[in-house]
């Protein structure tokens, strides 16, 4: 499994979302937005010129601006815990 989760430093759900998959010792790559810009570019696409995070991506299945009970749901299906 491969997980990407695309965001902005400091951004509350981005920082709960990377928190929540480190405690699950769950790998990750994280990009942010604002440096990384390939990651900005396909956000962009993603949202058809919006700039919104964060963006989950697991294996190819893309999660868009996901809340915090969105992401809860994706891990319990996923069978992750944190």
Not at 2 to 14: C, D, L, P, R, S
Not at 44 to 73: A, C, Q, R
Request: no cysteine; hydrophobic share 40%.
């Amino acid at each position: 499994m491969k997980i990407i989760i695309y965001g902005k430093k400091g951004h509350a759900y981005t920082v709960a979302f990377k928190n929540f998959l480190r405690m699950a010792e769950v790998p990750f790559d994280y990009k942010d937005v604002n440096e990384d810009v390939e990651a900005k570019n396909h956000t962009l696409e993603i949202y058809d010129g919006m700039l919104k995070f964060p963006t989950l991506i697991v294996d190819d299945e893309i999660y868009k601006t996901p809340s915090t009970d969105d992401f809860n749901k994706i891990m319990q299906n996923l069978k992750l815990r944190g």
